[in-house]
């Protein structure tokens, strides 16, 4: 096949100043900060199923993109042409990363036997492009949600045989992961939910998620399948109530499945928003927990109540979660993964680069400015001096179990406390944060 | 004092026809159903601080109610009048319960000593209404929240005197509660939370919220009582963020701090709704986690982000929260308690029995509805069948660990499984429940 | 062709206590209320859309509905047996009249000469399918927004020759309703909106929308068709901005071109609360504005952000809006139109069945209900209470205009005014809905 | 009285390397950009209530703050003392303008003879605090909402005396405004709305409110006042519902009352994204009906329902907004006014200064990126070019009302129109767009 994107070029860094289109400003891969590159630290993937099996259709409205990879073919030599157009555009984005749903790369055929014959085929087919190209696979997963066998769930499907045929799908799906290098495995609930509580159990339906789980964690060992295994939660939607609805909510059944050391979360901004908390919330969350694998760096419509998938164009957002992940360490096996789609309005081919590369650019950017603030470390040592006092005899005796209500009772009556509140400076905080990104 | 509200007689129930509006038309307090009078199975509170703390006022307007009990003077006098007022209108409502915050019945004063001795003054108020009166303390609970020295939390606050001045208030009203035989003592992390990342551990504040609760569970066992403790889910305001942002996030901190055997949440309508769930969902999951202690009963307005604390006029919401309850054994220490107030403009006297005469009968309506839907039993058969090849071998074979990830594959490609899905029958389900609340 | 439903009956009234799922409950269509049947005031309509062209595919999921009228055939043949299943539906379930897009009903063919052929043969089909079964055309409509053309909009479309297209399909679309004695014709601006600000520009946009139903009026008059011209409101979905975003818009866009004595509004459930109001606001500010003219009966689901379409169950919210259309004088060529979908997972052709007939049963519950209310006049009687010294001298006088600000300001002070404020009395209103809804 | 801010001094421009948190970092009120200094273009105000009337309390807690003007005193001495704190803080920060309700600076007495009487004693004083300081007053309102006679609202309450008493401190807050050279009026509808349809007349309380606003235009004309009258938009809070919803709702309002060419509106950010829409879209909504006034600069919480009018932070927002006035010939009469408080727990008196610094600089900033953008004029060209075929001959003679709808429709089928829609291009346009911001 010849070339999809003949007119694009390699895009490469020129700068803020360049007004070419086809360049990055700000995303300069080998530039280092804090003893690693930008490519290190971002470790930003593109996705296959946006970029490659959408075609522009909405609820109201066909498809409006006519891609030249989708036209008429024998279902394998179409995810060939599909394969070639796609590590076409990963290449020429100088982007490191990609990752995929198994259906993505491969036809589902008409057999489970069909499927796997096609799926070891597109598996060596990925393989050679990796190879070929120096892409690297940040994330695999199973789509488990969009066939109508999966209408009601795939793990808490009230048929077991329904649970059986998705479990065949991760198991390769995780086989091919493996097979391919993957950094970390996936596991998005599309469907495990519910769309009415009135036919629906929920502590069935979670007790056979918990299982799913644990199975798959058992099945990572077995093979020894080194990446992380992640879980994405999503309020909503498609389901009316998805059972992974945040990473606080997720956190409650890895306890209650005794899996919170074995699964961490992949965070979308998008689902974070919807799900009713800013995306900094959500990633703060699960670095306290101890739980933050990767990320979805995309963006939502803030008007709207569905998942819009925007290509990230906010550094104000994306300093502050940048900030938070270095913080905690930065990305261990995760990375920055776009699950994004062009709107259904933006028909043309060039426009797959014009949205990544304003997203690589605004994430280069935010890293930036977001090590300026660590290594400046004004926020946390004021953090830090505004809980000082819990480090003193009292704070401490109280964390480590030396009181009881009563005894604090008796403290507070015998030194008379009357402890005043202290400003907490959120608009000097505001402030310094602007000073380093706007400066 | 004389009555306060001498224009309302004690409202009695005249069933569905009576065009009285100081008369129930559903609740008969006395009325058995399943084995159990109507009152025994809502087991209904009002609450002191809505109905006798609170003036009219709002964010963008001063009081607009003139109470009598609210006239000047002394602290403690006004204390009293209050209780009297509080006390005459439960007994002519003739609900069964009661519930406050300490110093909702007692003042502050202006040192821990003068408020200790006040509050146990009111106590014996209390204790002497109680038995005049026969009724019964729902739950207690302590503000620790609204005085300026919360401004940044209680057991959250970045100063331990803080937390410890919260304990100390905490401490009393457990005992009080413990001294009024209450059924129940409550948390509500008014400003548990954050106002902005910026300035926030959030680990710190979650390990300080851990230990807090776990000194409350150890005192409780200590002094003996025997009521339920009970966390209060809401997901912002006063805070930008609670931790105790719902169901699902409560029993993941319950979970990490080992509490999840002590302690049980307190749902109410109107935080469910603003935490995004239906209130249906909030009951349903705690039911399914084995964590539902008591229900704050009111209304949220749909279009409106903030907690309006309705009085509960739907019978079509309650219906089904009440059948969920009934479906889980009905409640054990909880009750339905009318967190509710007035709409600002609704300033007269006996507008308070308007509100909860409706609220008691749109309850008292929901249960009998409830006791019928749960009699006939059509929808958990129709659950039940659903589920029903989860029951078979292949079903209870997965759920007890028989099989691995890969088993599971191979037994779908052997089987040459193709499974097909089956109609959830929402809308048949939805008119099923129609019939029982509309015939 | 042979019979899709033949295992449904002809639904029937069978009262509140039938327990057969496919039988009326409350829909008695000849039974009179206030000198009309019910049939006459609820004019209910079933849609050719949802029910017949959408096969249960979501944004994340394929087709989960196999309909027999969706077998391969040539179009033309496909579109024949899919009118015959529809008016086998329609009759069946006893409802009185339908409504459709031009392309529900006809193939697009592949040019505007194939379109208004196949258009003007099933005009024909639906004339003799009308004349046997004596089913009535509610209202007719044009989809001018699937089609990739108009992913940018149709009347407010940067390109004028797509303008020029929809209005050739609007043109027939008015033809054929006229044709079809439709009693409406609906504009629904799908994509009237826009994506980004970025590329619009609002006020030519508005401009071209202005023109475009200037000209939809004028054809009207010109064709001699009497039925009324209907603006559907909706906030966003499928764009990020819809120009008729509710009812208050519509009303100010009409002022602006002239419009607001020749086109009402066609008001939908789901989209008033899509836009941040409840149903029944969206039904009295168009009443108060004399601007009704017909409803999409449906009902949104609370917590999800998208139009959800589901058949209305809710009797406590059908009752007050009915209230307020039988109290602006009840429908005139409007009627309530069920554009509702079933969930996904209701794959059974009877579930279409159970869908309507619990909506028509809502909707005739809440009719006997709002009767009750007319007839009663407890409401109106408050609120006309509650304005009375409008009716006197100073008020009548402020709004003849006979005082000015200063004129007023003498008075307050000459007369030393201190008004003081009456009780709104919500609580007890709304107690007096539910005793109407629950007696 | 001695200074208030005594440790804070006169806030100067420092340029965008300073560290020093009491200066400007890119305000530079000098400055000329396209012809205009800085602080011509923004125009920026402070207001009187948030800074110097609230005190801290929210709807869980009492006051924070502890300010030195809220001391026990007489009431017109108290105001006194506010005024010289005021205009201390106004002085210091370097600002232009400020804006204030009558009972912010004067007490209301308890009669209107003395609300007269201390008004225009503080009139005079504001007057003298003017010509000393240079201060200007950007717009002048009177608050009646806040005092209970208005709980039902003002113009639309149901008691004509009520609307007489609000008539009479409008005709006062004009004439102050007047006095004191104020350059617009503003009337926001607090309570202008309802709290329950149930007793609601809506036609009747929009007419009196359309009376109102007549007298306020006539008042406007009879004194000379040459300032503009705006209306500021809100859609709810305190009330359930607002009659000026958003601005869209506003211009029918002012089409049905004939006001469109008299009064404009005050578009608030935080307003706007309650109201489900963008600040951006209600700013490009008002610009393109000719009817934008001014705007109150502040931001909400994404995640929070109500009004947290927080100061503005995000340059990418303001960006975008200043952009769009700029485009549209910039202020005339309005600014920027900070319709902004401190969050609860900023205690300190200096609190006041961070969070107008951070705002100053944050619209300071993007003025001067919108002023790029608008001399580069790529988004405008984009525009035009996108809607270029309207100026040939079919568009323009569709606009000018040549063509009939079936003149259209032989046109489209007589050429055999197939027009093909043309890319959007967004996220071209987006990464535009921060190309601006971030060089």
Same mark, same amino acid.
């Given at each position: 096949?010849? #070339?999809c994107?003949?007119?694009?070029p390699f895009? %490469?860094?020129e ?5 070419n289109?086809f !360049?990055?400003?700000h ?5 280092v900060?804090m003893g690693?590159?930008?490519a ?5 993937a ?10 522009g259709s909405d ?8 891609r030249p990879w989708?036209?008429?073919?024998? #279902?394998?030599? !179409?995810? %060939? ?8 555009f990963?290449?020429?984005?100088g982007?490191?990363?990609?990752s ?6 491969s036809?589902e055929?008409?057999?489970l ?5 096609n ?9 050679a %492009?990796?190879e ?8 695999g997963?199973?789509?488990v ?9 795939? !793990?808490s499907?009230?048929?077991?045989e ?9 198991f ?9 290098k ?5 596991l998005?609930?599309?469907?495990e939910g519910?769309?009415?509580?009135l036919?629906?159990d929920?502590? *069935?339906?979670r ?5 799913f ?9 077995k093979?020894g399948f080194t990446g992380?295994l992640l ?10 109530h998805?059972?992974?609805y945040?990473?606080?909510t997720?956190y409650g059944?890895?306890k209650?499945?005794g899996?919170e050391?074995?699964i ?5 901004a998008?689902?974070a928003t919807?799900?009713?908390?800013s995306?900094h ?21 803030a /008007?709207?109540?569905?998942d819009?998938?925007?290509y ?12 938070e992940?270095? $913080?905690?360490g930065g990305? /261990?096996?995760?990375g ?6 062009? *709107?259904r309005?933006s028909?043309e ?9 304003? !997203?690589?650019?605004t994430?280069a ?13 004004t ?7 505004r ?5 003193d005899t ?7 179990? $030396?009181?009881?209500l ?12 009357d402890?005043k ?10 402030n310094?944060?602007?000073?380093y990104?706007?400066?």
């Amino acid at each position: 096949m010849s #070339e999809c994107f003949e007119n694009v070029p390699f895009i %490469k860094y020129e700068g803020p100043e360049s007004n070419n289109p086809f !360049a990055f400003k700000h995303y300069d891969a080998d530039k280092v900060l804090m003893g690693k590159t930008m490519a290190e630290h971002l470790r930003m993937a593109a996705c296959y199923w946006h970029n490659f099996c959408w075609h522009g259709s909405d609820v109201f409205g066909t498809n409006t993109f006519d891609r030249p990879w989708s036209k008429p073919a024998s #279902e394998m030599t !179409a995810a %060939k042409m599909k394969a070639d157009a796609a590590f076409e555009f990963f290449s020429k984005l100088g982007i490191s990363y990609y990752s995929f749903h198994d259906i993505d790369v491969s036809p589902e055929g008409n057999s489970l036997k069909e499927y796997t014959n096609n799926f070891a085929e597109m598996v060596d087919v990925l393989q050679a %492009k990796q190879e070929e190209t120096g892409l690297k696979l940040l994330w695999g997963t199973a789509n488990v949600f969009s066939h109508p066998r999966f209408m009601s769930g795939a !793990a808490s499907n009230p048929n077991p045989e329904i649970f059986t045929y998705a479990a065949t799908q991760v198991f390769h799906a995780m086989n091919a992961t493996k097979a391919l290098k993957g950094e970390n495995y996936v596991l998005w609930g599309g469907r495990e939910g519910y769309e009415t509580l009135l036919n629906t159990d929920l502590k *069935r339906e979670r007790t056979q998620l918990g299982r799913f789980m644990q199975m798959v964690v058992e099945h990572k060992h077995k093979i020894g399948f080194t990446g992380a295994l992640l879980i994405e939660p999503k309020p909503a939607e498609p389901t009316k109530h998805q059972y992974d609805y945040d990473t606080a909510t997720v956190y409650g059944f890895l306890k209650e499945f005794g899996l919170e050391k074995e699964i961490k979360v992949n965070i979308e901004a998008n689902h974070a928003t919807l799900a009713g908390h800013s995306f900094h919330h959500e990633i703060a969350t699960a670095c306290s927990l101890g739980i933050l694998g990767s990320v979805d760096a995309n963006q939502g419509d803030a /008007q709207l109540g569905w998942d819009t998938d925007q290509y990230p164009t906010s550094v104000e957002e994306y300093t502050l979660v940048t900030y938070e992940i270095l $913080k905690s360490g930065g990305f /261990q096996n995760g990375g920055y993964m776009f699950d994004t789609k062009l *709107r259904r309005q933006s028909t043309e081919l060039d426009d797959l680069f014009h949205g990544h590369i304003g !997203a690589m650019d605004t994430l280069a950017l935010s890293l930036e400015k977001a090590v300026k603030m660590i290594k400046a470390d004004t926020l946390s040592t004021f953090v830090d001096q505004r809980y000082a006092k819990w480090n003193d005899t009292l704070g401490s005796d109280i964390l480590s179990g $030396k009181y009881s209500l009563q005894d604090l009772a008796n403290y507070a009556v015998n030194n008379n406390l009357d402890p005043k509140p202290v400003s907490g400076r959120q608009e000097m905080l505001e402030n310094i944060v602007n000073g380093y990104i706007y400066r």
